[in-house]
């Protein structure tokens, strides 16, 4: 088992590479401030776990091959990360599993991430296209050197996420969840968004090299939907 911070960190990297999921950064907690840990204790460190474009793809891929149950995704990153957590002593923690935490939060504190229109967080690199698979919480610190980004959005003039989206459902306010469902739904949108994932998310030069495989971004729509 890893001991120190450092040697903590290169055993999730090491672990977790062949399942395409990478280190997303560190969020550090004040005393008291962190959520509760199993054992009661809360954290001081959470470790965020997730996919750079589409880097989990081929391994999620393969091991579906013979996952015919629900939730296949939140079932792969599991399967991936429970071990781990239970080799370290962390807790493990779930994007999708009730009640919600917030991971966004815990992105924005690690590297300063902040959210596009889209209510995505943007990072400066992979733009839209990277999402959260898990996270571990440590009762320690763990000393990571925060990479904190600049938000592209503040630099983008012209904003064509805003422009893209059939039904209006980004604006720079909030996002219009029932247009979208709607539209999703809708003969138009089926040969559409979900053919070819948020027209939205797609207008966004940022990460244009992050894109998720087409498989990928039906497989998001349909979980959208
Ligand atoms: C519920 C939910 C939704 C709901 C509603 C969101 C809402 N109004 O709050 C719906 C179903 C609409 C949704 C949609 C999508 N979501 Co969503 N969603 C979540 C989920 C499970 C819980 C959000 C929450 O309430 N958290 C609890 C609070 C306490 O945490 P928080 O960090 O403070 O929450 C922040 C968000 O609520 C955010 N927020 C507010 N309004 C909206 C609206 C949208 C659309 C989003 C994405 C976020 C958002 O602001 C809060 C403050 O920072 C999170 C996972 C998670 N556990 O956070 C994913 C999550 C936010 N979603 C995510 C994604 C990628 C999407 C989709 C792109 C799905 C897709 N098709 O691929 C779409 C976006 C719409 C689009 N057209 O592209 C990612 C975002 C990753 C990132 N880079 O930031 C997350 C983190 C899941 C993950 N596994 O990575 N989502
Ligand atoms: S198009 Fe511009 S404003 Fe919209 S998400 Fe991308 S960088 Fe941000
Ligand atoms: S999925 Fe389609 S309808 Fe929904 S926000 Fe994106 S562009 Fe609009």
Sequence with gaps: MASGPSAILAEIAEALRPCGIYLRGVAAFAPGEGPLLVGGSPARSMVLLGNIGGSLWPAFSRWRRNYGGPDPLDTFSKEAIR?????????????????????????????????????????????????????????????????????????????????????????????????????????????????TGCAARNACPVGADFRYPPEQLRFHMDALL
């Design 83 to 195: 071990p781990l957590a239970e080799r370290l002593g962390a807790t493990a923690f779930f994007p999708s599993d009730p009640p919600w935490q917030p991971f966004q939060q815990w992105a924005m504190k690690a590297d300063g991430l902040r959210p596009s229109p889209l209510g995505i967080l943007i990072h400066p690199r992979y733009g839209l296209w990277h999402g959260y698979r898990g996270a571990l919480g440590f009762p320690f610190e763990i000393g990571a050197e925060h990479e904190h980004v600049g938000h592209a959005c503040d630099a983008c003039r012209d904003k064509p996420c805003l422009a893209h989206c059939p039904v209006n459902a980004v604006t720079p306010d909030r996002f219009d969840i029932a247009a979208c469902r709607g539209y999703l739904k809708s003969e138009a949108g089926r040969a559409s968004c979900m053919v």
